[in-house]
């Protein structure tokens, strides 16, 4: 719930009680002060989710509550009591800025239906600044391109699991697409019209990945001038992507092991438990096994990510896919930049079915996007393609790098009198050299 605390200002004490009283039978964390003075006074000095205002008071009204609440504490929300005969001035806090209001008398389920609102509204805030940082939409804009029968296969175990609520370990080199299928997971499951939300692992600094994750209440640490929901709140009811799982710090990983067990958190600088529901999306580029030997990854937390394990292959590996990737990112690229539609020609697809791809997708794209963005032919020539030198030779001949280098040492031994001359031109020691000597059977 992101209403936890709420001011309550009005000089009837009855009405006053009435409302503290309802709010805490509820679980919400109620003050209540009889004046507009004694409220504000009280709101400089803590925070609080929300302010329950009546309109009509002496001294200070509701009104200048209202727009002292929005000088003080911008985020927090301002609900109007009134009656009948000051309807017209609801309308103009809420003009004002208000959250609502309620008309004298009312019931505790009309109260809390507006909570329930407030708390609604606010989780849509926070979940739309966190799309704004991410530079991100509410849906997937890409595709999966599936031709090889390894990523067919795939698919079909992806809409397998899309229909459960198991968590998800999505393993691969980098550049293989998983980020696009945890978002193909998410959009395929019950939980499409609920958040999916990302937490870069590497990217957050040590020091606030607990806050990222969790949350913090107004002054858990400096800096924290307002409560903040972490990334497991917004994700509430729908899914939360754990990007590179394995560079989140070790002492992180044990409160991460008792959320995913109980569901359940505090924020920082916080002790009320928040209970959420959350499916688990986990990637990482690293060796599995070697994390866990290493103990860069807690064995037990992984056992509980890793409940439908997803492994992606390398673009090498599902070459099937390379020419429909390819076209894919040229009508994306050419559509994007304003252009005609580019074809790839038959040299050109030769040499993106034989390059090694140590990049994996994220590099056939760029690849791509540089040739459309580049060069101005109506097609797509290998020369346009800019790939690396020794690759892209090893591609275009059939060879093996390991033979392109045993020729090339060949070549500079017979050009130079001695091993010591060409090994300075070939850029390594003698020593280097003759290691690679016995290696090709060339001493």
Known sequence: MAIEKVLVIDD?????????????????????????????????????DMVITDMKMPGITGMEVLKKVKEISPGTLVLVITAFGTIENAVDAMQAGAFHYLIKPFSIESLMANIEKANQL????????????QNVGSS???????????????????????????????????????????????YSSPRVNNPFIKVNCAAVPESLVESEFFGHEKGAFTGANAKRLGRFELANGGSLLLDEVTEIPQNLQAKLLRVTQE????????????????????????????????????????????????????????????????????????????LPKKKLTAEAQKLLLHYPWPGNIRELANVIERAIVMDQDKSIHSEHLHL???RAKAAITGKTLQQLEKEHIIDTLQAHQNRTEAAETLGITVKALRDKLQQYDLS
Do not use: W
């Open 388 to 390: 690396d030198g020794n």
């Open 263 to 338: 569901q359940e958190f505090e924020r920082v600088g916080g002790s009320k438990p928040i209970k959420v529901d959350v499916r688990l999306i986990s990637t990482s580029n690293r060796d599995i096994k070697e994390s866990l030997a290493s103990k860069v990854l807690r064995e037990d937390l992984y056992y509980r990510l890793n409940v439908v394990p997803i492994s992606l292959p390398p673009l090498r590996e599902r070459r099937e896919d390379i020419i429909p990737l390819a076209e894919y990112f040229i009508e994306r690229s050419c559509q994007e930049n304003h």
């Open 140 to 186: 997937p804009s890409k595709r999966v391109i599936a031709e090889s029968p390894i990523m067919k296969q795939i698919l079909q175990d992806i809409e397998k699991v899309s229909k459960s609520h198991a968590s998800v370990f999505i393993n691969g080199e980098t550049g293989t697409g998983k980020e696009v299928i945890a978002h193909l997971i998410h």
């Open 122 to 133: 606010v989780v849509l805030v926070e979940e739309n600044q966190y799309l704004r940082e």
């Open 12 to 48: 009837e004490v009855i009405m006053r009680n009435f409302l503290v009283e309802a709010l805490k039978r509820k679980g919400i964390d109620a003050v209540g002060a009889e004046t507009g003075e004694k409220g504000l006074k009280i709101l400089q000095d803590d925070h609080f």
